[in-house]
């Protein structure tokens, strides 16, 4: 049986959840989703931080528009928001105050502290390793579940619809309208959203639209005992200025991230042990902590468009084909306001946004 709807929106990520939430209030949605659960790929291994300087000027207007959505959530019944203090520590050793540099010129937000400050803050540091430090107090946690839960739940009351075991495996269009083929039936709708994480150039292809070259970079992360005699959950992220390592605390332990950006072909990504070994390596001469166990691992991709922009509009190419896609590394914390302007823009909604669409729109990379 062909089910009917105005919007399909493929993939039930951050990305596809929250435009999807976002559209019920002028369409009927339908989201489909190919894994059992929403959430499994990228959005479940993210690190869960909002940076108001993080990426370039396209993105840092996403960050913005998101931040006050981040704070009071409005499909929360009480208004009530994701985000919780951490900060950021950024270490540089005497080979990295141009990186240091850089990223004070860069973000008036980060302020350069005096190395023992930062041994005050995270107790562990090896202070001979560090020539100059910086902090930025406006870096925030997210509760990134909730705000996905938020987004499902608000779909779900406003009578939309989410399909798992979904996965698109046909995308043709006739008579104005998209035919999606999977294994829990066909949907058919005049629109449809391409939101499928590092799958969405692989999606462009299957409906016969030209891929945008988006990249999926993995990123590995392993999860550290806490250092006997320490309650980490206090501590600001820490890592260093030419961004090689990175931890946090999490949930009592601490994460632990090489950083690394290793391009690969879209899949259910898994850690690299050479990566995640030269990372711990580098975290290690940071600190005085012997790594004698590492309690689990993960990989997940982030997927960037060739300018580390989002790209968020119909494309110019293809009728009713909306990219909602390379979100990289910041998918979660632009995720509110990303979703409004895609909304706005599937709505044909005039109400402004707040965002420039122009940097975000797919027809840049289609002259
Ligand atoms: C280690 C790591 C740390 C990160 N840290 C942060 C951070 O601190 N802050 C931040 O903001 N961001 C962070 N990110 C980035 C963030 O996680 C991503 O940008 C975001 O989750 C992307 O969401 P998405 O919905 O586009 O992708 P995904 O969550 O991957 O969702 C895409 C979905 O599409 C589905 N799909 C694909 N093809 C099809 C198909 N044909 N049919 C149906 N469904 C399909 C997939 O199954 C998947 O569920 C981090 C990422 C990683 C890996």
Redesign the pocket.
């Known amino acids: 049986m062909t089910q009917t709807a105005d919007v399909i929106v493929?993939?039930?990520?951050?990305?596809?959840?929250s435009a999807a939430a976002e559209m019920t209030r002028g369409a009927k949605v339908v989201v489909?989703?190919?894994?059992p659960h929403?959430?499994?790929?990228?959005?479940?291994?993210?690190?869960?931080?909002?940076i108001q300087s993080y990426g370039n000027a396209a993105v840092r207007q996403l960050n913005r528009a998101s931040r006050p959505l981040l704070e009071a959530h409005p499909f929360d019944p009480e208004g009530a928001g994701v985000l919780s203090p951490r900060g950021i520590l950024t270490l540089a050793g005497a080979d990295e105050t141009a990186h240091l540099d850089a990223l004070l010129a860069e973000n008036p937000g980060v302020e350069e502290i005096p190395p023992d400050e930062a041994v005050e803050m995270v107790p562990i540091l090896r202070r001979a390793a560090i020539e100059r430090a910086a902090f930025e107090a406006d870096a925030l946690d997210?509760d990134v579940d909730r705000l996905h839960q938020l987004y499902l739940r608000h779909l779900k009351q406003a009578g939309g619809s989410l399909v798992c075991n979904?996965?698109?495996?046909g995308l043709t269009r006739d008579g104005g309208v998209w035919r999606a083929e999977?294994r829990a039936g066909v949907f058919e709708a005049p629109l449809v959203v391409n939101?499928?994480?590092?799958?969405a150039d692989?999606?462009a292809a299957?409906a016969g639209v030209e891929p945008l070259g988006l990249r999926p970079l993995r990123?590995?992360?392993a999860i550290l005992p806490a250092p006997p005699g320490h309650a980490v959950e206090r501590w600001p992220l820490a890592g260093n200025a030419a961004e090689t390592y990175y931890f946090k605390p999490e949930a009592g332990k601490l994460m632990v991230?090489p950083a690394d950006e290793t391009p690969v072909d879209p899949h259910d990504a898994w850690p690299d042990d050479m990566d995640l070994a030269e990372g711990l390596d580098r975290f290690a001469r940071a600190v005085d902590y012997e790594v004698t166990r590492v309690e689990r691992t993960w990989?997940?991709?982030?997927?960037f468009a060739p300018d580390r922009a989002l790209v968020i509009g119909f494309d110019p190419t293809a009728e009713g084909f909306f990219w909602?896609?390379g979100?990289?590394?910041?998918?979660?914390?632009?995720a509110p306001g990303a979703a409004r302007l895609a909304a706005g823009l599937l709505l044909e909604e005039t109400a402004p946004t707040g965002i420039d669409p122009a940097p975000l729109s797919p027809a840049r990379f289609r002259d």
């Not at 929403?38 to 909002?50: D, K, L, N, V, W």
């Not at 979904?166 to 495996?169: E, I, L, N, Y």
């Not at 979100?327 to 632009?334: A, C, H, L, N, S």
């Open positions: 493929i993939g039930a990520g951050m990305a596809g959840a489909l989703e190919s894994e929403p959430g499994y790929h990228s959005t479940g291994r993210s690190a869960a931080i909002f997210i979904a996965g698109v495996t999977t939101a499928a994480g590092a799958w692989l999606t299957m990123r590995s992360a991230s990989a997940g991709l982030r997927t909602l896609a979100q990289g590394g910041y998918g979660i914390q632009t």
